[in-house]
């Protein structure tokens, strides 16, 4: 018998069904999503010119406090957050002892004692286990708060037309919490600037989705679905769970788990510090050629090639993961695990693309770059 999966809306999910045009739907950590608004080719113009907004309740919610908490997440994570300045937002790894990538995930730093963890993966008993020692509590949180996003150059001027001034005024890679028009909220302005994420309970999603909406008309804000963030990842080169790679817990092979440096995330790893879990088995690996890597791809032409074989002449020589059709780029933007031998060689890859051609499949190679 099939394995059934619950599958849930989201606390904003009478907004997000009102602005799915198309009536096309995602599953994405168990909850639907919509797969597009107003067309793909709008929603990725709105986050590279205007402003998307996004709902980003999906992902999961770990808070971390408690007087040990900087030297728990610096022992089960790649990077140091006893060093780290507060308010911050900070891209870290967990692994496993052998070094195997287990999630990827951003963590804001709320007060000196204060942390909240947001990734894709879902790891709670790993976190349990791993605060062993530690005077910390760690707590999941992901049902009692829901997200929201402003992804575009224009997210600031959003955030504080909606009167969410806690979030307008972040720089990027900074932090903070406070309230605005009775709520309480959770703000956070990644990296690069052009991503504020905000969170709140459930409850309030919605009063604050129209709020935003309302405030970004002026702006050319357009909801955006799965698809537009999706590709959006894809053309950064972000590696995501279960789309990407496995997570080392989810597999009983080890030739489907990869550290971090085969993800193309060693720029996460603070090795030169004391321990933290993995690191052991990380350290000889620094100058090691993975045997494979995860690279992105620029493929000819408009067609599935997701899954597919990657080869160089007659040789295969690795395969995609995630693609996606980019407007931007007039071409399949994909990641593809590589061999490091064929990484020099820059545009004379091919990938199989399928096409649909009336009421027939075809498959043909395509020309692919590194991109």
């Known amino acids: 018998m099939a394995h059934e999966v619950e599958i849930r809306p989201t606390p904003l999910h009478t907004r997000t069904a009102a602005a799915n045009r198309y009536n096309e739907w995602r599953q994405w950590a168990g909850f639907t999503y919509p797969a597009r608004c107003g067309g793909l080719a709008a929603e990725c113009n709105a986050v ?59 963590v804001l730093r709320l007060a000196e004692t204060e942390f ?9 008993p790993w976190l349990l286990d791993a605060k062993y020692g530690f005077d910390v509590d760690v707590e999941d949180v992901s049902e009692q708060l829901a997200g929201i996003a402003l992804v575009g150059p224009a997210a600031n001027t959003v955030a504080r037309a909606a009167g969410l001034e806690a979030a307008a005024r972040l720089a990027a890679g900074e932090t903070g919490r406070g309230e605005a028009r009775g709520v309480t909220l959770i703000a956070a302005r990644r990296e690069g ?5 905000i969170f709140v309970p459930p409850e309030d999603a919605v009063p604050v ?14 909801p955006v679905g799965f698809d537009a963030l999706d590709l959006l990842r894809i053309e950064s080169g972000e590696p995501a769970p279960m789309r990407d790679f496995v997570p080392a817990h989810l597999t ?4 489907f788990s990869v550290t971090p440096f085969a993800l193309g995330l060693g720029r996460l790893l603070d090795l030169d510090r004391a321990h933290f879990n993995g690191r ?24 599935d090639s997701a899954h597919a074989p990657v080869r160089v002449g007659p040789r295969e020589a690795g395969f995609t993961v995630s693609a996606a059709w980019s407007p931007r780029l007039s071409a399949t933007a994909a ?11 820059k545009d004379r890859l091919a990938v199989l693309q399928t096409r649909r051609e ?5 498959d043909r190679y395509v020309g692919a770059r590194l991109a």
């Not at 909240?116 to 709670?124: C, G, H, K, M």
């Not at 990380?282 to 032409?301: I, M, Q, Y």
């Not at 990641?335 to 060689?345: F, M, R």
């Open 48 to 106: 590279q010119e205007t402003v998307g907004l996004a709902d980003v309740s999906p992902l999961a919610k770990y808070r971390v406090s408690g007087p040990e908490s900087a030297a728990y997440l610096s022992r089960l994570t790649t990077r140091d957050f006893e060093m780290a300045p507060e308010p911050r937002v900070t891209q870290a790894l967990w692994c496993d002892d052998r070094g195997a990538a287990r999630g990827i995930a951003h």
């Open 116 to 124: 909240l963890i947001v990734s894709e993966t879902r790891d709670l």
């Open 193 to 197: 600037g052009l991503r504020i994420e």
């Open 209 to 222: 989705w129209d709020w935003l909406e309302r405030a970004g008309r002026p702006s050319g804000l357009l």
């Open 252 to 255: 009983d092979n080890d030739a």
């Open 280 to 303: 052991r088995a990380l350290l000889p690996l620094k100058n090691v050629a993975p045997r494979r890597e995860l690279r992105r791809l620029v493929v000819e032409g408009q067609g």
């Open 335 to 345: 990641l593809a695990w590589l061999e490091p031998a064929v990484l020099d060689l």
């Open 358 to 362: 009336g009421l027939r499949r075809v």
